[in-house]
């Protein structure tokens, strides 16, 4: 005879524990402290085994009756339902360890010998203010689409639509890792593909017509303000490259002897090293530098501490005091200067020219170069820039003559 409701809430504890049968090996087993357990007893390969459905009320008689149809129906299929119980609550402890936050946590462990330490820190920013707050105690594999949408989106409300777009592009490496990893199934911030405004792009802004460049190198040789920035400011045209590279240089990076700077991977875009061959105006102003700052670590330390390079705004700033709007000069533009003078009027080699600004440049088979690659012709290069900056400081009608390509 199947137990009711109100029997249920009728049934009162004894001395000892009471079972009220409903059918099909479910029961209520009534403790002598008061507590209603359900419990369904049943045989699997020939041994009788118990599995408990939880508590009444917070299990309704519905609910226990609807347990143990499931149940049935896996022993009827030759599962045990014992062992299935164990492996969904396995599953989901596997699933609220693997959050959101602790796969993210773990493929930023994993880059980090990949990625500067710049690049890490954006990386951190990103997930702090924008991603973990809504999405850091989520399973990984149980966030979807829409609910990743609505977290981009309140990045883009607030006007943010670049860091939206880095973010939606955080997020899909992470998924990504929770893929390879098996800790997800698959990425849905490829699903938000075109569902963002798109970026407009600015490009860094940089004086590339020869005679203004020769206005901004004469206004650099002219700048009154502290004597490392000076030199900041006359070795980035020179050597062109990326403003935290030049501004983290240590000393023990240059190799005066060879006339060369190697920058170590860590420090690089691209986790390579890069090596910068020294022009004679370089090595010049270094070694000026050396006597005031070479006791230290830093080639241009900080100017509050010697334990900490120039902060990353310290070229732009003295750009600004010199009278170069920032959409007309940053230091990120004596890139775009070189990279366009070195082709469109010394006539250079692209792929000498990339490589010095450290892009990736692959062989015909495909692969990458060293860092040595082409280097006689990159030195032959870096003289010829400076010696051509030289002329344009001075005022020198500079008439555009194509090097000879090698």
């Known amino acids: 005879m199947s137990i009711t409701d109100i029997a249920i809430r009728n049934a009162k504890p004894a001395d000892k524990p009471q079972k009220l049968f409903d059918g099909g090996g ?44 499931e149940a049935r129906k896996l022993i009827a299929h030759g599962a045990d339902p014992s062992v299935e119980k164990q492996q969904s609550k396995i599953e989901k402890r596997i699933s609220a360890a693997n959050t959101f936050k602790s796969v993210a946590d773990e493929w930023l462990e994993k880059q980090s010998k990949k990625h500067s330490e710049s690049t890490q820190k954006k990386h951190k920013t990103i997930l702090n203010n924008d991603l973990l707050p809504w999405l850091g105690k989520r399973p990984l594999k149980e966030i979807k689409a829409p609910e990743l949408l609505s977290v ?190 070195l082709d469109e009027v010394l006539g250079f080699r692209p792929d000498f020219i990339e490589h010095q600004l450290a892009h990736a440049v692959r062989d015909p088979n495909g692969r990458a170069y060293n860092r040595t690659a082409h280097l006689a012709e990159r030195r032959k290069m870096m003289q010829a820039w400076a010696d051509y900056l030289d002329k344009l400081k001075s005022g020198a009608d500079i008439v555009p003559i194509r090097a000879e390509v090698v």
């Open 152 to 341: 981009i989106q309140r990045i883009e409300s607030r006007g943010a639509n670049e860091m939206a777009h880095r973010a939606l592009r955080l997020s899909s490496k992470v998924f990504l890792y929770g893929i390879v990893t098996g800790r997800a199934m698959r990425n849905p911030a490829a699903d938000l593909r075109g569902a963002l405004e798109p970026v407009i792009v600015t490009h860094h802004a940089a004086i590339t017509d020869p005679k203004q460049v020769g206005g901004l190198l004469r206004a650099i040789e002219g700048y009154t303000g502290s004597f490392i920035v000076k030199c900041a400011l006359q070795l980035s045209p020179m050597v062109f490259t990326r403003p935290g590279e030049l501004r983290k240089a240590e000393w023990v990076e240059f190799d005066f002897d060879k006339a060369e700077w190697t920058i170590p991977a860590e420090r690089m875009k691209m986790r390579v090293p890069h090596l910068v061959p020294l022009s004679k105006q370089a090595l010049k102003i270094l070694l000026e530098l050396k006597s005031l700052t070479g006791n230290g670590k830093y080639v241009f330390p900080s100017v509050r501490t010697s334990d900490r390079p120039m902060s990353d705004n310290t070229v732009n700033a003295a750009l600004r005091r010199l009278g170069f709007g920032h959409d007309e000069m940053t230091g990120h533009g004596f890139r775009a200067m070189a990279r366009t003078i």
């Open 26 to 69: 479910l029961f209520l087993l009534i403790t002598p402290n008061g507590g209603k357990w359900w419990r369904l007893k049943y045989r699997y390969a020939g041994k009788e085994k118990l599995l408990s459905f939880g508590t009444y009320p917070e299990i309704s008689l519905k609910d226990a009756r609807e347990r143990r149809d």
